[in-house]
């Protein structure tokens, strides 16, 4: 059977770790040639060898997509390595904290949006600018977050940066789909990730509510994210742009 990605060269964005290394892993699985972006060295590092090991295809670029230059710098390297450039997921962020918004500091809210919303803009600039130059379309997805989809109390910060990103990705597939590039975004329920457990552990007063989440009564784990980002990418969803997919175990419908 033919795999959903061959002949693609893809992106992913914090593929140092929990849901972006899913799915570097998948986009290898299903064929895609992978460039695994992370501001950790290490763990981006290891992603690359674990898809080497496994008979892929990777590169490792080191690159903190909050900073344009870099942001720049790790597309260019992505062509360099393969080519060109057919799919991306912008999956890096970093959540900076919780607190009623009368207690919270302004550089903590700034800084949240820099990282989570941002970021994707940057990412998003640049990899539609290698799509359109190569003129045969494109596919990307940006990784939002259930926090964004309805008021969430004492996450305010990182839930209006996800919700920036929800209409950042229906904002550009509006302004690219003439162009054949796709934007979609892909917002998790509660995920067993590195950046979760650290989550619980810092900010232990939103645990208990985020653990009972899923109507499915369970964490998701980060392939079921990553299984959805593929599709999105593949040319099975050929026809869809600028949707939000809720992966969630039921969390939207609770
Ligand atoms: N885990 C969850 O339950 C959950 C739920 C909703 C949304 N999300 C979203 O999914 C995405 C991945 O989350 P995760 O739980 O896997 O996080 P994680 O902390 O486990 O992994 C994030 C990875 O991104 C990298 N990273 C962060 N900021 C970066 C930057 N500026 N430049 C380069 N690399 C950077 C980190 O080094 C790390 O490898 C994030 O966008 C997050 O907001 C996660």
Same mark, same amino acid.
């Given at each position: 059977m +033919?795999? $959903? $990605?061959?002949?693609?060269? %893809? $992106?992913? +964005? %914090?593929? =140092? =770790? *929990? @849901? *972006?290394r899913? @799915?570097? #892993?998948?986009?290898?699985r299903e064929g895609a040639k992978v460039v695994v972006a992370d501001f950790n060295e290490e763990t981006g590092a290891e992603t690359a060898q674990l898809i080497r090991d496994a008979g892929g295809e990777a590169v490792f670029v080191r690159a903190d997509v909050s900073d344009e230059a870099q942001v720049k710098a790790m597309v260019e390297q992505a062509v360099k390595s393969f080519g060109r450039l057919? &799919?991306?997921?912008? /999956?890096?962020?970093? /959540?900076? %904290? /919780? =607190?009623? @918004?009368h207690k919270f500091e302004r550089k903590v809210f700034d800084d949240t949006l820099e990282m989570c919303l941002t970021n994707s803009w940057l990412c998003l600039k640049h990899e539609v600018e290698v799509m359109l130059a190569q003129g045969e379309g494109g596919s &990307?997805?940006?990784i939002s977050s259930n926090a964004s989809l309805r008021g969430q109390a004492n996450n305010t910060a990182y839930a209006a940066a996800k919700g920036g990103v929800n209409i950042l990705t229906k904002s550009a597939a509006a302004e690219y789909g003439g162009k054949g590039i796709r934007i979609n975004a892909v917002s998790p329920g509660v995920i067993r990730t590195p950046g979760l457990e650290k989550y619980f552990e810092e900010q232990p007063q939103m645990a208990a509510g985020l653990k009972s989440?899923?109507?499915?009564?369970? $964490? *998701? #784990?980060?392939? #079921?994210i990553a299984e959805a980002v593929v599709f999105l990418c593949s040319d099975r969803a050929s026809f869809i742009t600028g949707q939000l997919l809720s992966v969630d175990g039921g969390g939207a419908v609770r």
């Open positions: +033919t795999k $959903l $990605l061959a002949n693609k060269v %893809g $992106l992913v +964005t %914090g593929a =140092g =770790g *929990g @849901i *972006g899913a @799915i570097a #892993e998948a986009f290898a057919d &799919i991306a997921c912008n /999956s890096a962020a970093v /959540s900076r %904290g /919780s =607190g009623p @918004i &990307i997805v940006n989440a899923a109507v499915m009564n369970r $964490l *998701g #784990e980060p392939v #079921e």
